[in-house]
């Protein structure tokens, strides 16, 4: 199986603050590789897909890019909505595997 | 607009069988490659299970043999029937599509319903 590991776990940001976060995969994924949101009680939300494309209807602040298996996921000028969960995904192969996740929290 | 509703999560006994449902409005379950993902209380997301439009259907190695996804085309509908059930499958089940696109990529989980609690437990 590709594990995905996720870091840092917990980060606390301020409004108007770039956010980056890693996402290590274990092996190639030869890019194919999600990013969601997820807000308390509430599913996931699909935000970038194949390492860097933007799903419709999300803001351009969140951008995705890649360097070999190392993923990461920046939030340029954080906004209040953007206080959340954020898991990355590797849709390469079966069983598709999920990042443990980072919770992006206020300062 | 797309709509995926989930029922038929509760409280079952270890051992127990539940089947979940997943009715699904504006787009056909039949026509796209349908799954299943759950996630444990304060884990993040795990696969579970999906089925191709041709039927062909793939596991994750932990629900393997004891879990079982199906669809009614006719009711436009996913369904999950779990046996055997152990305490750490206790989760939200969340319905959801894969989009496959005509130049052979895929879109993972772009739709999700809004869950359905499954809680194994003595």
């Known amino acids: 199986d590709i594990q995905m590991t996720q870091s840092p776990s917990t980060l606390s940001a301020s409004v108007g603050d770039r956010v980056t976060i890693t996402c290590r995969a274990s092996q190639s994924v030869s890019g194919w590789l999600a990013w969601f949101q997820q807000k308390p009680g509430k599913a996931p939300k699909l935000l970038i897909c194949?390492?860097?494309s933007l799903q419709n209807g999300v803001p351009s602040r969140f951008s995705g890019s890649a360097s070999g298996t190392e993923f990461t996921l920046t939030i340029n000028s954080l906004q209040p909505d953007d206080f959340a969960t954020y898991f990355c995904q590797q849709y390469k192969s079966y069983p598709w595997t999920f990042g443990q996740g980072t919770k992006v929290e206020i300062k | 607009e797309v709509r995926l509703v989930e029922t038929g999560g509760g409280l079952i006994q270890p051992g127990g069988s539940l089947t979940l449902s997943c009715a699904a409005s504006g787009l056909s379950v039949s026509s796209n490659y349908m799954t299943w993902v759950r996630q444990a209380p304060g884990k993040g997301p795990e696969w579970v299970s999906v089925i191709y439009s041709d039927g062909t259907t793939y596991y994750a190695d932990s629900v393997k043999g004891r879990f079982t996804i199906s669809r009614d085309n006719f009711k436009n509908t996913l369904y999950l029937q779990m046996d055997s059930l152990r305490l750490e499958d206790t989760a939200v089940y969340y319905c959801?599509?894969?989009?496959?696109?005509?130049?052979?990529?895929?879109?993972?989980?772009?739709?999700w319903g809004q869950g359905t609690l499954v809680t194994v437990s003595s």
């Open positions: 959801t599509r894969i989009f496959t696109m005509g130049s052979g990529g895929w879109i993972p989980f772009d739709y």
């Open positions: 194949k390492t860097s």
